[in-house]
């Protein structure tokens, strides 16, 4: 009977470690599919420069990602260093937490499951205070595989899961495809006419402005509006102008996910809409005294190459 007790204690231990380890992957993935998304929430709430918040992104996601692969396994390496490890990246993920709940509050999704399951700062603590709780008993219960390699196998493993995002989804060049010799006339007059929704009240004929013509269906073009949010909060002279095509019924939901309600818009028609912006949203034009001299992605938009351009340098 005592044989049968010990071998259900280690088949419940390997199950456990198990459900950590798919939850710490599970976790990574809902983080890296689109990365940015992670990434953005970097620069909003840790306030890093958007390179730095760009590879602190990628690193975590693979550090995380690793662990959960290694204690799915049962590898815990030498002194159960993964199962510490991930404990410490838990307390420091709270840490994070408590910041953001009584800089933002409790209202605000925190990133932890990515876009995939919504939750508030004040959940994932207690998500993570249950995660510390389980990984405390494996830690002190479950001895893992046992050999001598596995150790160097850890070490390696953690580093190679650090790098795949990398490798995946590598760092946007912050550099928009200036058009040089193919630079090319946009007629905006069409923003004045009278029976467009919400014109735009400056002239967007004359002077630089980054003009970014978006569905309110796409989930890119939100991506895009949120992050020249947060490069509007770093710089509220950016000349961010959106040109929007969709129901109006969708702007209230636009504005709330995005953040980007302060940034001027006019709403277009289909037809008129996609005349002006091409096949593709969202179409991000750098437009100067109505020539079109670049286009970017938002994956590549960068606010100090805006600020360099507008400045002439």
């Known amino acids: 009977m005592k044989l049968f ?30 990365i940015e998304s992670f990434e953005y929430r970097i620069v909003e709430y840790v306030q890093l420069p958007w390179l730095l918040s760009a590879i602190a992104a990628r690193a975590l996601v693979g550090l995380e990602a690793a662990l959960g692969i290694l204690i799915t396994l049962n590898i815990f390496g030498k002194s159960k260093w993964i199962l510490k490890f991930s404990m410490l990246i838990l ?18 999704n925190c990133g932890c499951f990515g876009d995939d399951i919504l939750m508030t700062p004040s959940e994932s603590l207690i998500k993570n205070a249950i995660m510390l709780v389980l990984i405390f008993i494996l830690n002190k219960y479950h001895k893992g595989l046992k050999k001598n390699w596995l150790h160097i196998f850890s070490i390696i493993g953690v580093i190679a899961g650090m790098s795949v995002p990398f490798i995946a989804q590598p760092i946007a060049s912050s550099a928009p495809g200036f058009l040089k010799d193919e630079a090319y006339k946009v007629d905006l007059t069409v923003l004045y ?3 467009i929704n919400h014109p735009p009240t400056i002239n967007l004929s004359e002077g630089k402005h980054i003009i970014s013509f978006m569905s309110l269906t796409c989930p890119h073009c939100r991506k895009a509006a949120y992050k020249m949010y947060l490069m509007k909060q770093r710089n509220p002279d950016l000349p961010f102008y959106f040109i929007l095509n969709g129901s109006t019924t969708l702007l ?17 028609g289909r037809d008129k809409f996609i005349k002006l912006s091409g096949p593709n ?24 190459g805006i600020e360099d351009w507008v400045n002439g340098k």
Do not use: C, H, R
């Open 193 to 195: 006419e009278e029976d």
């Open 91 to 108: 307390v420091i993920f709270s840490i994070y937490l408590v910041y953001l709940w009584i800089a933002v509050g409790n209202d605000v």
């Open 252 to 268: 209230d939901n636009f504005w709330e996910e995005t953040k980007s309600g302060e940034i001027p818009y006019t709403m277009l």
């Open 5 to 34: 007790f010990e071998i259900l204690a280690q088949v419940l231990l390997i199950l456990l470690s198990i459900v950590i380890g798919v939850s710490f992957i599970y976790s990574a993935y809902t983080k890296s599919w689109p």
């Open 281 to 304: 949203v969202p179409a991000i034009y750098w437009i100067n005294n109505s020539t079109v001299e670049a286009k970017s992605s938002y994956l590549d938009l960068s606010q100090t």
